[in-house]
């Protein structure tokens, strides 16, 4: 398992979504209307970190958008936002191949049953500022 956009090579299937998360003071002005990259640049950012020389897609969003962010903190790792199952393509149709990548694939999907969202989702708009 592992985020997609990284070109490993092999098959691969989406597994699961995660969201940005965002952490801030409820009496913050901003929270009180959508969310822009351009608004989130001018937040302090707690990032996360995987090692010398490896961007997170959080990272990759933010540089695709040319947003620089006001880095306050560094925390080893933070949740990614499509994880995916990867196998070697000689195994695609392995029947024990298949079977255990449909347990695991049901497996994911039932996350968001048992872990539901209890904070008030902010969406934040992904064009370009």
């Known amino acids: 398992m592992g985020p997609t956009g990284y070109h490993v090579q092999g098959a691969s299937k989406p597994m699961f979504r995660d969201s940005f998360v965002a952490i ?4 913050n002005p901003l929270l009180q209307q959508q969310l822009t990259l351009a608004d989130l640049a ?4 707690a990032v996360g970190y995987f090692g010398e020389g490896i961007s997170t897609p959080a990272d990759k969003l ?4 040319g947003v620089q962010r006001r880095v306050a903190a560094v925390v080893a790792g933070l949740a990614s936002l ?8 000689s195994q ?10 449909s347990v695991v694939q049901r497996s994911c999907g039932r996350l968001h049953g048992l872990f539901p969202v209890t904070a008030h989702p902010v969406t934040v708009e992904s064009t370009k500022e």
Not at 42 to 45: D, G, S, Y
Not at 62 to 65: A, L
Not at 92 to 101: C, G, I, M, Q
């Open 92 to 101: 695609t149709e392995d029947p024990a191949s298949v079977w255990l990548r």
């Open 42 to 45: 001018t937040m302090p950012h």
């Open 24 to 27: 801030a003071d409820a009496g």
């Open 82 to 89: 499509v994880e995916a199952m990867y196998w070697h393509p």
């Open 62 to 65: 933010f540089e695709s958008r």
